[in-house]
Structures are given as structure tokens and as C-alpha cells.
Nanobody, 119 residues
Framework: VKLVESGGGLVQPGGSLRLSCAASGSPFTFKAAGWYRQALGMQRELVAR???????DYADSVKGRFTISRVSDINTVYLQIHNLKPEDTAVYLCYEEGWPLSGPSRLWWGQGTQVTVST
């Protein structure tokens, strides 16, 4: 399974972005997905997750501004971000967890997309 993120870029404070994470390759049964972010010199932070029953949870720092969603028909997970702040600047990485055709569940990672919030 290959995950490809897109949608990052340079945006002014207060702006919005929608990040996408598209899965392709071998079929799998979705279990969960999420977005981490890693700012320069900082630890990786989990910002949002979505589960098989479409429940979600968020880091306190992004609640009310970030929304995670998925469209199962096209194997894509989204992260909608509003009211971007300079402290949101980071590489955003998606992951997906699922069951391949055989064997235990597995975890896959995307390559990351840069989000820079600056004037």
C-alpha cells in the first residue's frame, strides 16, 4: 500500500488548507487513519485520527480548527485546517492502518507534505 499526501503549501495566518492522503496498491480493510505533524526540532505530534466507525479525535492544540474525514470509495483521508497559525508550520504525515488480504493488521505511512504558515 502506498500513501501519497498532497495539499500542503505556504499560507498566511488565518488561512485554510485541505490535506489529502490517497492510498493505492494492494487492497486492505480500513481500521484507522490519522495525521501527525513534525515541526523542525520538535517531536512528532499526533493531531487527528479517524477510526473504522468514523469516530474521530484531535489533539487539544487543534480542536475546533482541524477536521479529519475520509471517503472510503476513493481510499482518501482528508485533513481540513482552518485559521492556520504560525505554530502549525510542520511536515504533516498521514498513516493508515488496516488488514491486508491475509495476516495481521499493518501500518503504512505517507512521505509527508510541508505546511508553512507565514506572512
Amino acid at each position: 500500500v502506498k500513501l501519497v499526501e498532497s495539499g500542503g503549501g505556504l499560507v498566511q495566518p488565518g488561512g485554510s488548507l485541505r490535506l489529502s492522503c490517497a492510498a493505492s496498491g494492494s487492497p486492505f480493510t480500513f481500521k484507522a487513519a490519522g495525521w501527525y505533524r513534525q515541526a523542525l526540532g520538535m517531536q512528532r505530534e499526533l493531531v487527528a485520527r479517524i477510526f473504522r466507525n468514523d469516530t474521530t479525535d484531535y489533539a487539544d492544540s487543534v480542536k475546533g480548527r482541524f477536521t479529519i474525514s475520509r471517503v472510503s470509495d476513493i481510499n482518501t483521508v482528508y485533513l481540513q485546517i482552518h485559521n492556520l497559525k504560525p505554530e502549525d508550520t510542520a511536515v504533516y504525515l498521514c498513516y493508515e492502518e488496516g488488514w491486508p488480504l491475509s495476516g495481521p493488521s499493518r501500518l503504512w505511512w505517507g512521505q509527508g507534505t510541508q505546511v508553512t504558515v507565514s506572512t
